[in-house]
């Protein structure tokens, strides 16, 4: 009888072992949804900030509009420091903002906003409606976002697991300009 309990405890160990592993899987797909909702929930509060900036200063709306192959964010030629006021003002802070600028790790590093985080201003073609598009770098890969805005500067370079835009995460809004100027 000693022999059957002795494998009784190893039967159990071995099962023990097995869901503690499944945990801690679950544990790190976990962490990755999280890092990617707290990425989105950026966004939306960079595509509020630039949208509230567009709509505040609508009489220049279209000196907003930036290339879609060169979005201001990671990479871009921005100042770090901006002054003025207008567009130019608008598009440093904004910059600054997809950077991460508003918050810095304990070694002066930016960790304010999402990993790779660019933005693009596009005109619709009707004067009065822009596209704002932010656009980041995801953990796992999903499937290429339509929009162009950053199109490509995604891949991994290692080819292995975010080839073509897979890991682009991509959030727009439109915003329409009123004609306020009276009959």
């Known amino acids: 009888m000693r022999g059957v309990s002795l494998i009784e405890v190893l039967v159990t160990t071995v099962i023990l072992a097995v869901g503690l592993l499944g945990l801690a899987g679950l544990q790190v797909r976990l962490q990755s949804a999280e890092l990617e909702s707290y990425q989105r929930a950026q966004a939306i509060i960079l595509l509020d900030s630039m949208s509230d900036r567009l709509s505040a ?9 930036t290339s879609t192959t060169d979005p201001l964010g990671v990479g871009d030629s921005q100042p770090t420091s901006c002054s003025g006021g207008g567009q130019v003002y608008d598009a440093c802070l904004w910059s600054n903002a997809l950077k991460g600028a508003a918050e810095q790790s304990s070694s002066s590093t930016n960790v304010g906003a999402m990993i790779g985080a660019r933005g693009c201003i596009e005109d619709l073609g009707t004067g009065d409606q822009y596209m704002i598009t932010v656009v980041w770098q995801g953990m796992n890969p999903i499937a290429a976002p339509a929009s162009s805005c950053g199109a490509g500067l995604y891949d991994d370079s290692t080819g292995t697991k975010c080839i ?3 890991c682009r995460r991509t959030m727009s809004t439109i915003v329409r300009i009123a004609n306020l100027a009276s009959p």
């Open 164 to 166: 073509n835009d897979l």
């Open 57 to 65: 200063n609508r009489a220049n709306a279209a000196s907003y509009v």
